[in-house]
């Protein structure tokens, strides 16, 4: 099995992937925190729009339960875990194939993300992510690349018309 870890942003990243690649092994982390990105209240907004709650955190608490739900159905071996990845990776042990980083858009959680999805990528693996024009998603992966001397690549997001980048791990 190839294990596939996505770095928060699981709401909007795990169902897509699931519905095509139903026998990978995936592991999900995000805290599902109100007021957790700064950097990112138009999602907190538009979330409580959606499940018409004025209580951010309790948004995110029925957005948790339906990605949950999602999940089971979709890929049972899936595993969620609703913790900040800082947390995930203090106790994480295992080696990964991919990485998808859309979590807190923060520099200094971005430029931790980073190194952790490095440290525990296999060699040969993928680190990926988007949200590349926030301020601090650019400046720790240009970080991060120069310092590693890692050559970045960019694929078009037909989403939202923002790129991807993504790097392998040599």
């Not at 159905?73 to 106790?91: Q, V």
């Not at 650019?138 to 018309?161: D, P």
Request: aromatic share 16%; with cysteine.
């Amino acid at each position: 099995h190839t294990r596939y870890p996505l770095v928060t942003g699981v709401q909007t990243c795990a169902l897509p992937i699931l519905k095509t690649c139903n026998d990978i092994e995936y592991s999900g982390v995000d805290p599902y925190l109100a007021n957790y990105d700064a950097n990112d209240n138009l999602f907190e907004n538009d979330l409580k729009k959606i499940t018409g709650q004025q209580n951010s955190q309790k948004s995110f608490d029925i957005l948790y339960d339906v990605v949950r739900q999602n999940l089971n159905e979709i890929n049972p071996s899936s595993t969620l875990y609703r913790e900040t990845s800082d947390d995930f990776f203090l106790k994480n042990r295992d080696v990964y194939d991919f990485f998808f980083l859309d979590g807190n858009h923060i520099f200094e959680f971005v430029y931790r993300d980073l190194q952790n999805a490095y440290n525990y990528c296999k060699t040969g693996g993928v680190v990926a992510g988007d949200d590349y024009y926030k301020s601090g998603v650019h400046q720790a992966v240009n970080l991060f690349s120069t310092q590693h001397s890692i050559k970045l690549n960019f694929i078009s997001n037909k989403i939202n018309g923002y790129p991807i980048y993504f790097f392998y791990k040599a």
